[in-house]
T-cell receptor
């Protein structure tokens, strides 16, 4: 699986936007960019995913660079509940591949949200 | 709709003991996964299943066994517990047939082996 690089930690204030970066310079043409987050003492939770175009859902937005070598997860108004570890993960979208849909987790970014 | 339910939430084992971590889901998802998460680390895949009766090894299968007799249940068995198996264990399911479908995780079983 192609590797991703994220900052170890970031901080934000409540009600402000948060931009979480992810570098994936070795991404292949069939790799989708997925984001999960893990709140304290809970299992990971799906946030969003995309291939080339920017994506929006009720939780966040995903901005993907034109060359796809980096992406940014955007939380539009951080709340205290958004404090979590955020994982940027590449998944092979080739249905005929051997990845069996697994997720390969790195260290992630610890997001701290201040009141 | 309970999603993915894991039991027990916590367990302490002595070295050499055995136990089964239970995972059940009510979403009728075919794909299921077992991950472990060591302190301060990301998750590593232990075993996965693509449907009832079919299982396969992930990245770190040694010391574990699984079975999948029904779509709903995917138990993980530790036969001879070792301190290296102290970890938090997460079960997950995958919705849909696409390899890119989101995974749904349970809240984990925290296991300590002493």
């Amino acid at each position: 699986d192609a590797k991703t690089t994220q900052p170890n930690s970031m901080e934000s204030n409540e009600e402000e936007p948060v931009h979480l970066p992810c570098n994936h310079s070795t991404i292949s043409g069939t790799d989708y960019i997925h984001w999960y987050r893990q709140l304290p003492s809970q299992g990971p939770e799906y946030v969003i995913h995309g291939l080339t175009s920017n994506v929006n859902n009720r939780m966040a937005s995903l901005a993907i660079a034109e060359d796809r070598k980096s992406s940014t997860l955007i939380l539009h108004r951080a709340t205290l509940r958004d404090a979590a570890v955020y994982y940027c993960i590449l998944r092979d979208g080739n249905a005929g591949g051997t990845s069996y849909g697994k997720l390969t987790f790195g260290q992630g970014t610890i997001l701290t949200v201040h009141p | 709709n309970a999603g993915v339910t894991q039991t027990p939430k916590f367990r302490i084992l002595k070295i050499g003991q055995s136990m089964t971590l239970q995972c059940t889901q009510d979403m009728n998802h075919n794909y299921m996964y077992w991950y472990r998460q060591d302190p301060g680390m990301g998750l590593k895949l232990i075993y996965y299943s693509v449907g009832a009766g079919i299982t396969d090894k992930g990245e770190v299968p040694n010391g574990y066994n699984v079975s999948r007799s029904t779509t709903e249940d995917f138990p993980l068995r530790l036969e001879l517990a070792a301190p290296s198996q102290t970890s938090v264990y997460f079960c997950a399911t995958r919705e849909g047939s696409s390899y890119n479908s989101p995974l749904h995780f349970g809240n984990g079983t925290r296991l300590t082996v002493t």
